[in-house]
């Protein structure tokens, strides 16, 4: 029989607060532990320690492989130093390369925070994310320096860690973020030597910040998207299943074409790592280079903006590749009918998603369905084209009505008709805005997290993206999509990309605008492309725009999204590389 203290002790407890789930410890049970993805590094290592981790063409020329195992060792060399130093939140200004890969896994086993910038950005604006994120430590690779001097001179007290992203890993060759890493694996040696087991594998607070990503700022300043250690595993987890990195009998061999500082990378380095599969970490987007890794290194997987795939499918090394082709994931601006054709053809076989960085990247799958083999070509691409169902690891996406009170949460008929705003629930939306309560509070007003993307939802579940609400076109009282009337236009020939803007009028109100590139070798007249649109292409002759202006190149984010609000300058009259 227990005593008066221990009986007092029982009936307290009912009247405290539950504790927090911790990594160890018998008091939650031995059926839970707390979720962070930061384990699936030293994970692979101790499974298949010399699988192949990297291969890279490093800045100096050299192909660099790296076994799991070292890639791991790397890691927590960083966390150490990091430790040592009490870095808290580190900002990366890096490409593609092994250093940023290896950043990620180190910083959140050092209880820190990353903040990968997008090293495409004015200077301005790159000072202004890392001072808004508080870093207090930045990762730069040697051909960024020159982007981060106006920061570094106003804020000497941040050290700068410079990648050489060379082969060498010490010595000459080697650089400050290799040295950093050695003096990490001293640090762990001469402190009892713990290891991974020393780090934050798991984590105390499931809801901790592993990541700061920060959207592209076109219109605004930009917002940095907290992005928590549970978010980012179950994200990572949803994205092997659904772009399917884990279906072959080999390893996934997945290439970077992706930014790394785009939504985490969409969550990818953690989502490779978790099925050991090979990091082909690529500098720049050189087509020839990408075409020669996707035949010589028989890359398995890849992510990609529609511009990218349509530039890829576009450029002369492209062949079909052998079966089974490779799985390409497309997000970004909303894929045309069209450009899927044009990637089947070549066994390039698109796995179509839909986020936003506030959705830690993919949230939605247009599944394929075994019924679509027997529809017709033109039925069965449009159907690919669609945004499709929520992922297996979040909650079924809404479309909701737009013409109600902030606030007022009612579903849109399922016709494929009404259109309302996409919305998102469950694991992987984020956490919210870092330092912005007013912009948080409205990106989930009603208890959803609003989108601001328009679309129709099907009767069988999947929604379609028509545009976003800034982007309907409102002719004559007609709804006019910039994204549908794209998709037609790219089917044009000799049309490479086409893009499609609202214009004043003073009949219609406003009307379509386009402005299209050329397949490289072919000429094309505005005037013929007009003529085309009204007698051979279907387009109905309400969206048939009146104006098509031929240009060398569409103006785009560092994602490969179409810069609307440019293009909107351009039709005004503004001048060429005016506008940013």
Request: proline share 5%.
């Amino acid at each position: 029989m227990s005593g008066p203290r221990s009986r007092i002790s029982k009936l307290a407890a009912h009247f405290l607060p539950t504790p927090t789930l911790q990594a160890t410890g018998s008091e939650q049970g031995h059926n839970v532990h707390t979720l962070s993805p930061t384990l699936f590094l030293p994970r692979a290592a101790a499974i298949e320690p010399e699988a192949e981790a990297i291969y890279h063409v490093t800045s100096n020329g050299k192909i660099l492989r790296r076994s799991y195992q070292e890639a791991a060792d790397r890691a927590k060399g960083l966390a150490y130093y990091l430790k040592e130093h009490s870095h808290k939140r580190v900002g990366i200004l890096c490409p593609n390369t092994p250093a940023f890969l290896e950043s990620i896994f180190g910083i959140a086993a050092a209880s820190a925070v990353n903040v990968g910038v997008n090293y495409r950005l004015k200077e301005d604006d790159i000072a202004y994310i890392f001072e808004h994120s508080d870093v207090d430590i930045i990762i730069v690779d040697a051909e960024f320096l020159p982007l981060i001097q106006g920061f570094a001179k106003a804020h000497p007290d941040i050290p700068l860690l410079v990648d050489d992203d060379t082969d060498a890993t010490e010595g000459e060759l080697s650089g400050q973020f290799d040295e950093a890493v050695l003096e990490g694996l001293r640090f762990d040696r001469e402190h009892g030597a713990r290891g991974w087991d020393g780090l934050e594998t798991q984590v105390g607070q499931e809801e901790d910040v592993i990541a700061l990503a920060y959207t592209s700022g076109t219109t605004a300043q930009p917002k940095g998207v907290e992005f928590t250690h549970r978010g980012s595993y179950l994200a990572a987890l949803g994205n092997v299943i659904e772009s399917g990195l884990n279906y072959h009998t080999g390893r996934c061999r997945y290439l970077w074409t992706l930014p790394m500082f785009h939504a985490a990378g969409w969550t990818f380095p953690w989502a490779v790592t978790a099925v050991r599969g090979t990091h082909y970490c690529l500098r720049k987007i050189e087509y020839p280079e990408i075409w020669r890794l996707l035949k010589d290194e028989r890359i398995t997987h890849f992510n990609a903006a529609p511009t990218v795939n349509t530039l890829l499918c576009a450029a002369k090394e492209a062949e079909k590749l052998p079966e089974p082709g490779v799985r390409v994931t497309v997000a970004a601006s909303p894929p045309t009918p069209h450009l899927f054709e044009q990637m089947t053809n070549l066994n390039l076989h698109p796995v179509h998603v839909y986020g936003l960085t506030e959705t830690y990247g993919p949230i939605t799958k247009g599944y394929h369905m075994p019924a679509w083999e027997a529809m017709p070509r033109t039925e069965k691409y449009h159907k690919m084209a669609r945004q499709g169902h929520g992922f297996v690891t979040s909650l079924p996406i809404r479309v909701i009505k737009t013409d109600v009170p902030e606030g007022t949460i009612t579903d849109v008929r399922k016709d494929g008709k009404e259109i309302g705003e996409i919305v998102c629930v469950g694991n992987i939306c984020a956490k919210g805005y870092y330092q912005d309560v007013e912009a948080t509070r409205k990106l989930f007003a009603g208890g959803v997290l609003h989108t601001g993307d328009l679309a129709v939802w099907h009767p069988d579940g999947a929604a379609q993206i028509l545009d976003r609400a800034k982007d309907i076109i409102i002719s004559g009282g007609e709804n006019i999509s910039s994204v549908a009337l794209e998709s037609m236009l790219a089917t044009h020939k000799d049309i490479l990309e086409a893009a499609v803007v609202a214009v004043a009028d003073s009949h219609w109100g406003e009307r379509p605008k386009a402005f299209v590139t050329v397949q490289a070798g072919k000429e094309l007249q505005g005037s013929e492309v007009i003529e085309w649109a009204k007698n051979k292409s279907g387009i109905s002759k309400f969206m048939v725009p009146r104006e098509v202006e031929i240009v060398e190149e569409l103006p785009k984010t560092s994602t490969g999204k179409l810069k609307k609000n440019v293009l909107r300058e351009w039709a005004k009259g503004a001048a060429r590389g005016a506008v940013k």
